[in-house]
């Protein structure tokens, strides 16, 4: 158990929907990355935010966007949902931002879009 | 841009060493690592190295890091059927205080008894 959270572990809905993955870092992290892990792609690099602000982006669409709260929990949201953006979503935390630190992964949220 | 590859599948017996490769392009990734999924599951951290460190060794687990060919390995010996899992191999990418990964697709190692 890495100690990073994260919910709901399976999520069904249809095209043109839109859902919220919710992920609570490791105590005392600060740093929250979320991936996308899909068959075609691999694990792409998403976004980054740092004690709520954010730090990094990666391949995210503009349709999906992602916020870090004063609680340092992170929501990433998926909007106008297509059949390609089922996928693994994985958030990940470390205790800062820089290279130096490990991150440690949380069990996903495996999304699929029907 | 920066680029980790890694080769898609290895099968081992039970109890011999195993020995994941991995290749990377950004010659200022400064830290590497590797990744265990079991599938389901998430990624787990299992080591990481540093550019100033030719080798690791963490119990069965042993990283090689051939800084001038870009070359990374992961060797696990006595390997057991647990052992069976996709191993990524995943480098930071460069720029100040950025910090997330480049992964590799995945090595898929069977551990046949």
């Known amino acids: 158990d890495s100690g990073v959270t994260q919910t709901p572990k399976h999520l069904i809905t249809a095209t043109g929907q839109r859902v919220t993955l919710r992920c609570s870092p490791r105590?005392?992290?600060?740093?929250v990355y979320w991936y996308q892990q899909s068959l075609d792609q691999g694990l792409q690099f998403l976004i980054q935010?740092?004690?709520?602000?954010?730090?990094a982006k990666g391949n995210i669409l503009e349709r999906f966007s992602a916020q870090q709260f004063p609680d340092l929990h992170s929501e990433l949201n998926l909007s106008s949902l297509e059949l390609g953006d089922s996928a693994l979503y994985f958030c990940?935390?470390?205790?800062?931002?820089?290279?130096?630190?490990?991150?440690?992964f949380g069990p996903g949220t495996r999304l699929t879009v029907t | 841009g920066e680029d980790v590859e890694q080769s898609l599948f290895l099968s081992v017996r039970e109890g011999d060493s195993s020995v994941i490769n991995c290749t990377y392009t950004?010659?200022?990734?400064?830290?590497l690592y590797w990744y265990k999924q079991e599938p389901g599951a998430g990624l787990q951290l299992l080591t990481y190295i540093f550019s100033n460190m030719d080798m690791k060794q963490d119990q069965r687990l042993t990283v090689l890091l051939n800084k001038k060919d870009k070359h990374l390995s992961l060797r696990i010996a006595d390997t057991q059927t647990g052992d069976s899992a996709i191993y990524f191999c995943?480098?930071?990418?460069?720029?100040?205080?950025?910090?997330?990964?480049?992964f590799g697709k995945g090595t898929k190692l069977s551990v046949k008894p």
């Open positions: 935010y740092y004690n709520g602000e954010e730090r």
């Open positions: 990940a935390s470390s205790v800062g931002s820089g290279r130096s630190y490990e991150q440690y």
């Open positions: 105590s005392g992290d600060l740093s």
């Open positions: 950004d010659s200022s990734s400064t830290y």
């Open positions: 995943a480098e930071r990418s460069y720029g100040g205080s950025q910090g997330n990964l480049i």
